[in-house]
């Protein structure tokens, strides 16, 4: 039961990562990345391959690069890499499409890589995949329950890292030039906001924690192949986060660990009658019927994104104009506070 838990918790550290960097990129920005864990693939590939060295001759292992580096530095290297990547997505797509037919593009980059790496066998190692991935321990004696904790407390750390960063991100003007993209990019770009840089920079960020959340994942599992981050993986970060609640970093965190940890623990004892797959496929219905629920009666989450608190209008509560007047007055106040809003004191 305790290893049951500690791993419970190492898992959600890493799957809140994850979530924290989808948020960044969907709940600030409003971009669909159907492909996220694509990203959180490739983290762990390269993490595995700049820290692994050279194949240890046990069946017929093949891939790129036989490095023995420090494991934070395989860390830093998944993210910038697929800081990278997504950088180069996101700069062959940003420029014609926007919100559903970018989405539908991400899905047609995740299968084209997912299939690169499945299929090319001097890269990766193909659908066998990679073992024998380094503990971060190295050579300690360690047991299990020690390495959850130690994976845990790791996971925590950066974890409380891109807390940090994100909320750095949401509090500053930059955040607010995100927010106006997310709700209506016409208007942003009319206001001569830094539209299409802050989009791309902004997936770059959320691409790092990917890489990263994936890289910790791969020292965690110590093993990693193509069956690991399948499309519907990323679906299933896209719903917790949705259900969490979406635009809020404690809504992140909160979908990972009911959505993404806790249901799937619970999904193990569903009878299988007869099948494996039954487990999968149950999981799959009870997180689709959540959504929709969700999406019909609570919108807004679990943890529902909070209003701005850092500036004050100077008005009484309730005299705000309504109708059209009261709404456009209120996107210019989203989209240009100083113009409309003091400071406190």
Not at 100 to 121: M, Q
Not at 295 to 302: A, T, V, Y
Request: charged share 10%; with cysteine; proline share 5%.
């Amino acid at each position: 039961m305790t290893y049951f838990l500690i791993d419970l918790l190492a898992m959600g550290m890493i799957t809140s990562i994850m979530t924290i960097g989808l948020n960044m990129q969907y709940g600030f920005a409003g971009i669909l990345n159907f492909t996220f864990y694509t990203f959180v693939g490739v983290g762990a590939y390269v993490t595995a391959v700049v820290t692994m060295g050279t194949p240890s001759g046990y069946g017929s292992e093949s891939y790129i690069l036989h490095w023995s580096l420090p494991w934070p530095i395989g860390l830093l290297i998944a993210g910038f890499v697929c800081a990278l990547l997504g950088l180069a997505m996101i700069m062959v797509t940003i420029r014609r499409l926007r919100s559903d037919y970018l989405a539908i593009v991400t899905v047609s980059i995740g299968f084209i890589i997912w299939n690169l790496i499945n299929n090319y066998i001097p890269l990766f190692d193909g659908g066998n995949g990679l073992f024998g991935i380094p503990y971060i321990a190295g050579g300690a004696n360690m047991s299990n329950v020690q390495y959850s904790m130690m994976m845990g407390l790791i996971g925590l750390v950066v974890l409380v890292g891109a807390l940090w960063l994100s909320r750095r991100i949401a509090n500053s003007p930059y955040g607010r030039v995100l927010r106006a993209i997310r709700e209506d990019e016409v208007i942003a770009e009319s206001f001569e906001k830094p539209v299409r840089r802050a989009r791309i920079s902004i997936f770059m960020v959320g691409c790092f924690m990917a890489g990263v959340s994936g890289g910790l994942l791969a020292y965690y599992l110590t093993s990693w192949n193509p069956q690991g981050f399948l499309p519907i993986e990323s679906f299933i970060l896209m719903a917790a986060l949705i259900i969490g609640g979406t635009g809020s970093n404690w809504g992140a965190i909160v979908g990972a660990f009911v959505i993404v940890e806790l249901l799937t623990e619970i999904s193990r004892y569903i009878p299988t009658f007869g099948s494996e797959a039954t487990v999968g496929a149950v999981r799959a219905i009870l997180i689709g019927l959540m959504l929709i629920l969700f999406l019909m009666f609570r919108p807004e989450g679990i943890v529902p994104e909070r209003p701005e608190r850092w500036y004050r209008t100077g008005r009484v509560p309730g005299s705000e104009p309504s109708g059209l007047v009261g709404a456009i007055k209120r996107r210019e106040a989203a989209l240009w506070p100083s113009r409309t809003r003091q400071p406190l004191a």
